[in-house]
């Protein structure tokens, strides 16, 4: 059994039985005896446990640089030392009394009251609801625009490879539509926060995504749903313009001029990478209040030490962290956790 799964094996026990987890991994029993006892203390009522209390209302999506934030740090931090764990830390939070956390500086911003997406063409308004239809780009600037809205594909801008979605279309001070991700025949990498910035280079006063109804493989591994994204948008002041992630139901809608289903739009554009950009005839009003302020980022740091090697070997500590990923940190190999801290209503 190669190396990654057993640190995957101790990493779910420890979260699990303590009293069978780090004890029942000691002495001299062959690794398979080990696993066996171990995966006998797993309980999926005690993981699920500690998930519904991270992921509660209580913490309001736990965003980072904020007071919710540091009190998920504090409760992962107590559950790691409850389990026996060894603080992996710099920093000493209080209440606690031992160095579970690394802290770094960050701009926090915050969005007061509702914040509003409204949409509409020359004969009719669409309803929508936050929370189930948008939510906000958690650092989004403050916002107050009406506009006509362009969709642009998957808003990418690329001429060199004779990808262009913002050909022949006009997005000067207009609302972009664009679906995360790229075609699954488009070989270079591009993020969510290079799309913001083509948009605001060709002209666009703010952007509509959304999670097509086609998922990509990438996609689908990490379990990703249609609804909208928690998300933040990582791009700097200088090069940023407000947002919401929008459900497909909704972008369905403002895409109902073009009488064409967002199924059939995404298909065509994976299947040929020909754009399929054009006005979508509707007009979306964006407005919220942001709040910028200092926070910290934290992540919290328990070490499990091996039991073969001095305490100072890195070849035989896992080291789990809260956040932004967890990592289990074996001989010559780092297995990450999700490269995003996105997360969904309630997540």
């Known amino acids: 059994m190669g190396q990654p799964l057993i640190a995957l094996f101790w990493w779910l026990l420890v979260l699990t039985d303590p009293s069978v987890g780090l004890a029942g991994l000691s002495g001299e029993e062959p690794v398979h005896v080990k696993l066996v006892k171990a995966l006998e203390g797993v309980s999926g009522t005690r993981m699920l446990a500690d998930v519904a209390q991270l992921s509660s209302s209580d913490l309001n999506g736990r965003q980072t640089g904020t007071a919710d934030d540091l009190r998920s740090g504090l409760l992962v931090a107590e559950r790691f030392q ?95 539509l664009f679906f995360r991700g790229k075609p699954e025949g488009y070989a270079a990498p591009v993020s969510q926060a290079d799309k913001v910035r083509v948009a605001r280079e060709k002209g666009a006063i703010a952007f509509l995504t959304l999670t097509g109804p086609i998922l990509s493989a990438y996609e689908s591994r990490r379990g990703l749903s249609t609804g909208p994204m928690a998300y933040y948008g990582h791009v700097d002041g200088e090069h940023t313009l407000p947002g919401c992630w929008i459900s497909p139901a909704l972008a369905e809608k403002t895409l109902s001029a073009q009488q064409r289903s967002l199924r059939d739009v995404q298909e065509t554009l994976n299947r040929t990478l020909t754009p399929q950009s054009a006005s979508t005839g509707m007009q979306a009003h964006l407005a919220w209040e942001s709040k910028q302020a200092p926070g910290t980022l934290v992540n919290i740091l328990g070490v499990i030490q091996g039991a073969d090697s001095p305490a100072s070997s890195d070849r035989n500590e896992t080291v789990l962290a809260d956040r932004p990923a967890c990592c289990f940190r074996v001989p010559t190999t780092t297995l990450p956790g999700p490269p995003s801290c996105s997360r969904s209503p309630g997540h």
């Open 82 to 176: 409850s389990l026996g764990l060894q603080p992996g830390g710099t920093e000493v939070l209080k209440p606690l009394s031992h160095p579970w956390a690394t802290t770094t500086a960050v701009t926090a911003t915050q969005i007061g009251g509702i914040a509003q997406l409204e949409l509409s063409s020359d004969s009719s308004a669409i309803s929508a609801r936050p929370g189930e239809d948008y939510l906000p780009i958690l650092d989004s600037p403050s916002v107050d625009v009406t506009a006509p809205v362009v969709f642009v594909g998957y808003g990418i801008s690329d001429p060199t490879r004779g990808f262009d979605e913002y050909a022949g279309v006009d997005v000067q001070k207009r609302i972009v």
